[in-house]
Every structure is written in structure tokens, then in C-alpha cells.
């Protein structure tokens, strides 16, 4: 059983909506991040938030803003996406970040998004 | 730069034999860590199996052994007694270490197919 909770699992949304992604762990974690997933290819890093703060941005447009409220919570709100923008978007966590920090990504089930 | 290859977009192997699946890297770093996941149809992603590189003996977990050659810059993946659950995506991935998030490089995944 996963430890990295994602919701919705399913979210069909216009190009016009506002909508959130939801990423939970009780893992104790300290690093999350966000990828995106294209059908049979392998994941993309979008962001990672280490003890709370954004670390990384892969050049990701602003029509994805993520937010971590929390060590154990983090969100990917979407606004104005555009069809290709459908894709599964994975959170994952690990302990921390750093050599010494735990060397395992966790990854949630997903949650598959479709932009119409 | 990292980069993971996998060269075999697509296996197939009897119920009950064995399979070897291949990936190669490239880094100038001379410690990090790799892992082989597997995605189902259910596209969530799970640890199959984790490598030190600083680690000469190679990992095994029940079906699942590779086989690291660190100066070939060689991971295979080998599962044993193959099972029809054993049906997935298979992405080898490469971990380098950053105290702003450990970051995956993953390679492009093998389809491998269990026939019954």
C-alpha cells in the first residue's frame, strides 16, 4: 500500500477552470516533489519543495503553481491549462534531500488529468 | 549530465522463466544510487529494487537480482520465475544527490509482458 496519497484520482476539467491536486504523506518526510507523466514515457520533475520551500522549478509554466502548506501536504493548483497539458501527475517524497538523507523516492498512484 | 538508456522498448517472457532487463548510465559522479521501478497498468510507480554504487555486491530481492557493473556503467535487472503480476513498465533510474532534491534521472522504461 502506497504512503503517498494523491486526490482526485480522476479530474476532467475546461480549459477555462480553476482546480487542485492534492498530495498527502505520513512517511515523516521532508522532500516532496511533482511529476508529470505522459503516456508510455517516463516521468518528468516539475517541482520539489524541501522542508517547505521550493527548490526546484523545472521551467514549469505558470499555469502550474504549487504549494506546500505543510511537511505532510502538498498541492499543484491548476488555471487555464491546455489539452496537452493531460497527462498523470505523480507527488513522491522522500526523506529529505542531500546525500545523507534517505535515497528513496516514495511515488503516490497519481492522478490522471484530462484538460478539455 | 546523467543519462539512463534502456534499449529494449519491449519484452516478452514465459510464465516461469527469467528475464534480464538492461540499463546503462553515464555520470562522473562516483557515488550515487540506482533503482529499477515498475509501473503496472495502474500506472503507480513501485521500488522494485535499490543499488549503492559504493556497494560491490549486487542487490537482490526475492525474484528480483541485478547485476552492476560500475565501470561499464551497466544495471541489469533480472526476475526470476517470472509471474503474470510481474506485467509492467520497468524504468531504471539514476539518483544524484542535491541538497535542493535528490533528482531522478529516469531512462525511457521496457514494456515487458508475462505470457501465460
Known amino acids: 500500500d502506497t504512503e503517498v496519497t494523491q486526490t482526485p484520482k480522476h479530474l476532467v476539467m475546461g480549459m477555462t477552470n480553476k482546480k487542485s491536486l492534492k498530495c498527502e504523506q505520513h512517511?515523516?518526510?521532508?522532500?516532496m516533489y511533482w511529476y508529470k507523466q505522459k503516456a508510455k514515457k517516463p516521468p518528468e520533475l516539475m517541482f520539489v519543495?524541501?522542508?517547505?520551500?521550493?527548490?526546484i522549478n523545472e521551467s514549469v509554466p505558470s499555469r502550474f503553481s504549487p504549494e506546500c502548506p505543510n511537511s505532510s501536504l502538498l498541492n499543484l493548483h491548476l488555471h487555464a491549462l491546455q489539452p496537452e497539458d493531460s497527462a498523470l501527475y505523480l507527488c513522491?517524497?522522500?526523506?529529505?534531500?542531500?546525500?545523507?538523507?534517505?535515497?528513496?523516492?516514495?511515488f503516490g498512484e497519481g492522478s490522471w488529468l484530462t484538460v478539455v | 549530465a546523467q543519462t539512463v538508456t534502456q534499449s529494449q522498448p519491449e519484452m516478452s517472457v514465459q510464465e516461469a522463466e527469467t528475464v534480464t532487463l538492461s540499463c546503462t548510465y553515464d555520470t562522473s559522479e562516483s557515488n550515487y544510487y540506482l533503482f529499477w521501478y515498475k509501473q503496472p497498468p495502474s500506472r503507480q510507480m513501485i521500488l522494485v529494487i535499490r543499488?549503492?554504487?559504493?556497494?560491490?555486491q549486487n542487490a537482490t530481492e526475492n525474484r528480483f537480482s541485478v547485476n552492476f557493473q560500475k565501470a561499464a556503467k551497466s544495471f541489469s535487472l533480472k526476475i526470476s520465475d517470472s509471474q503474470l503480476g510481474d506485467t509492467a513498465m520497468y524504468f531504471c533510474?539514476?539518483?544524484?544527490?542535491?541538497?535542493?532534491?535528490?533528482?531522478?534521472?529516469f531512462g525511457t522504461g521496457t514494456s515487458l509482458t508475462v505470457i501465460p
Open positions: 513522491a517524497s522522500s526523506q529529505g534531500t542531500g546525500r545523507y538523507s534517505g535515497n528513496t523516492i516514495y
Open positions: 543499488q549503492e554504487a559504493y556497494k560491490q
Open positions: 512517511m515523516g518526510h521532508r522532500a
Open positions: 519543495y524541501s522542508y517547505e520551500k521550493l527548490s
Open positions: 533510474a539514476f539518483m544524484s544527490f542535491s541538497n535542493t532534491g535528490n533528482q531522478f534521472y
